[in-house]
């Protein structure tokens, strides 16, 4: 039996204890944040017998064997170092850290340690992301040429998820003084690894970064409104590939929706997640002079909270790993300094 502890408990914290409570190798036996009411009502929620509002005295709990950090982005950095350091396994949100230097010590650190070490980058729970890799990996698209990628959000223009102008969990995101690389480091590094994994490594990036006015002087009490909104980037692959990949808030219609294109000289493939999570359509052979697409079943792939727990029980560190989040990293800093220097990047 896993015990396991939380720290964060606001929105995505639920994700975290919905599915370690459904595990049956695992106890959550902590909850940590730093609002006494907030930790207090989630651990109800979820039967969690032991709360805290401060790491270190939940790190000293000798009973603990891992952790997921689930505290704003700001502080993944300051937290997962503390978690390293007192020896638990360790389950962190994305993005892994705010820049590559902070990302790297922290892989580092993990490494040295000799402690699983995983980034949520979630949407490696879809199979069809994963039978992609598979596809591309065994040639079967042949050599890749072209790509094409998105994530849309659209909680600046909906309240259906809330209300950014009001609500603490929106403002963060929307503020760089609060740590927020801004829809580039909150979906745009999911989009980042979703494409990258099958489609091969990043070589060189042109990014385009965007922060639209809304609200009065760009400022809700202490959040300055300065993070970017939309971001565009040109990629270019180590394999010779170039694409686009795309990501913004404003996306009205689509709430949260991941859709990749990978084109080889040999085939394609196609995954829209709004569609199916289990499911891809490729176009080869005989299908390519027709414009047809054959649906592929991918069937089941354990996610990311099962795949920590695995690493744990056999000791064999599974993917995503902090190695791998600070990888990513170093594409959003890229893409950063391309925007800031309106150049094209080398990763
Ligand atoms: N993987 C995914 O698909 C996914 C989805 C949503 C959010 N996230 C990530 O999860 C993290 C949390 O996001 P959220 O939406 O839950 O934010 P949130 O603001 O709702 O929750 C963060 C919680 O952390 C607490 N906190 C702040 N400082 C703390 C400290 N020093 N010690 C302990 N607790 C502290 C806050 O009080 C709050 O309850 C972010 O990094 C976000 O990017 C990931």
């Known amino acids: ?36 009411k907030k930790v207090k009502e989630f651990a109800k ?4 017998p032991k709360t805290f509002t401060d790491i270190d005295d939940m790190l000293a709990d000798s009973e603990l064997d891992a952790v997921s950090n689930v505290t704003p982005d700001a502080l993944h950095s300051q937290v997962s170092l503390k978690v390293i350091e007192s020896g638990k396994h360790i389950l962190c949100e994305k993005p892994l850290a705010t820049n590559y230097p902070d990302a790297k010590k922290m ?15 979630s949407y490696r729970n879809s199979s069809a992301i994963q039978k992609a890799h598979e596809i591309l990996n065994a040639g079967k698209i042949g050599r890749i040429m072209h790509v094409e990628a998105s994530y849309l959000q659209s909680w600046l223009s909906s309240k259906s998820w809330g209300d950014w102008k009001t609500e603490t969990a929106w403002l963060w995101r929307l503020s760089k ?6 829809v580039l480091g909150d979906v745009g590094v999911h989009i980042l690894d979703f494409t990258s994994f099958p489609a091969g490594k990043i070589k060189s990036v042109n990014c ?41 808030r404003w996306a009205t219609g689509y709430p949260n929706s991941l859709a990749l294109r990978i084109f080889g ?19 080869r052979g005989k299908n390519i002079d027709k414009f047809q697409w054959e649906t592929v079943e991918c069937g089941k792939t354990p996610n990311i909270y099962e795949r920590f727990i695995n690493s744990i029980l056999t000791g064999k560190n599974d993917q995503p790993d902090f190695n791998r989040g600070a990888e990513i990293q170093k594409i959003l800093d890229a893409c950063i300094e391309s925007d800031e220097t309106t150049s094209t990047v080398e990763v």
């Open 1 to 36: 039996m896993i015990k396991l502890g939380i720290i964060g408990t606001g929105g995505m914290a639920n994700s975290h204890a919905q599915n370690f409570a459904s595990n049956p190798n695992v106890k959550i036996i902590s909850a940590c944040d730093v609002i006494d």
């Open 107 to 121: 892989a580092d650190a993990a490494n040295a340690k000799g402690i699983i070490n995983m980034v949520n980058f």
């Open 177 to 182: 003084k609060h740590g927020s690389l801004g």
């Open 45 to 48: 929620e979820y039967n969690i």
């Open 265 to 283: 000289d040999k085939g394609a493939i196609r995954i829209d997640l709004d569609k199916a999570t289990d499911k891809l359509e490729m176009c």
């Open 208 to 248: 385009k970064l965007k922060t639209f006015h809304k609200a009065k002087n760009d400022k809700i009490g202490e959040y300055e409104l300065d993070a970017n909104d939309s971001a565009v980037i040109f990629v270019e692959f180590q394999n010779g590939a170039i694409g686009t990949i795309h990501t913004t």
